[in-house]
């Protein structure tokens, strides 16, 4: 059974990179049936989608998002990580890790998530 | 502001049917497939429907989903105090070289 689990930081200040890690355990992020997604958050407010990774290192980002993001893949390490720069009080957020299946080469449904872990930026 | 449209709250008693809409447009819901999640207090979300009208095995058939147009819908019968929870519809959007897009969620009370 595939499960996910992010780590990193739990406080960011303002204007420096969060970064996060999702690892992947009982399955492979090599897996070629998945993108490897990235989603957020902000308390008492709605599901946004940071963006995606396919094993190969092909990215897909939230327009909205796009100029700060980057999201990369360790097939050694069976993980995918999260950088988000230029961090401000609106990035405060749970953060969580999904898969996502690919479905006739398109984006499907995220079927497994992690837990999902705090992100507070505030100095 | 999200891009899809979903009622804040619905309520229902126990026992009863509600529903829950989804409203997008032509470059999200009407050319994809709508998937919903459930998010109980606390929890991450969990899939509870996809390709529009789907179940993930371990989801029962009190829950449905439903898409006409650029529109979809949740549906649940027999509602029980667990179904109390928020409830998400999701897209894929084509526009802007595609991303998915959600809805605001909805608040499910069970009275």
């Known amino acids: 059974q595939v499960q996910l689990q992010e780590s990193g930081p739990g406080l960011v200040k303002p204007s420096e990179t969060l970064s996060l890690t999702c690892t992947v355990s009982?399955?492979?992020?090599?897996?070629?049936?998945?993108?490897w997604s990235w989603i957020r958050q902000p308390p008492g407010k709605g599901l946004e989608w940071i963006g995606y990774?396919?094993?190969?290192?092909?990215?897909n980002y939230n327009p909205s998002l796009k100029s700060r993001v980057t999201i990369s893949v360790d097939t050694s390490k069976n993980q995918f990580s999260l950088k988000l720069s230029s961090v401000t009080a609106a990035d405060t957020a749970v953060y969580y890790c999904?898969?996502?299946?690919?479905?006739?080469?398109?984006?499907?449904?995220?079927?497994?998530w992690g837990k999902g872990t705090t992100v507070t930026v505030s100095s | 502001q999200s891009v899809l449209t979903q009622p804040p709250s619905a309520s229902g008693t126990p026992g009863q049917r509600v529903t829950i809409s989804c409203s997008g447009s032509?470059?999200?819901?009407?050319?994809?497939?709508v998937y919903w999640y459930q998010q109980l207090p606390g929890t991450a979300p969990k899939l509870l429907i996809y390709?529009?009208?789907q179940r993930p095995s371990g989801v029962p058939d009190r829950f449905s989903g439903s898409k006409s147009g650029t529109s979809a819908s949740l549906a649940i019968s027999g509602l029980r105090s667990e179904d109390e929870a928020d409830y998400y519809c999701?897209?894929?959007?084509?526009?802007?070289?595609?991303?998915?897009?959600f809805g605001g969620g909805t608040k499910l009370t069970v009275l």
């Open positions: 390709r529009n009208n």
């Open positions: 990774i396919y094993y190969s290192g092909s990215t």
């Open positions: 032509s470059s999200n819901i009407g050319s994809n497939y």
């Open positions: 009982g399955g492979s992020v090599s897996s070629g049936s998945y993108y």
């Open positions: 999701a897209a894929w959007d084509d526009s802007l070289s595609g991303h998915w897009v």
């Open positions: 999904a898969r996502n299946r690919i479905v006739i080469a398109v984006a499907g449904d995220m079927d497994v």
